[in-house]
């Protein structure tokens, strides 16, 4: 039974982890999305002065 609840916790926690990598990488790509937007405007900011 021990042994079971120590392998459930194990298991959360690589789950955890795994989901916090996942959302890191969705926040970069998200910040790089964001910085070419930023770009694309300023770009096109340009092209109407």
């Known amino acids: 039974m021990a042994h079971d609840d120590k392998q459930n916790m ?10 916090q ?5 969705q926040l970069v790509d998200a910040k790089n999305e964001i910085a070419d ?3 694309q405007i300023a ?6 002065e």
């Open 43 to 48: 770009w096109l900011e340009c092209s109407y």
């Open 37 to 39: 937007l930023k770009m």
């Open 21 to 25: 990598k996942n959302a890191l990488q």
């Open 10 to 19: 194990l298991d959360n926690i690589e789950n955890t982890s795994e989901e």
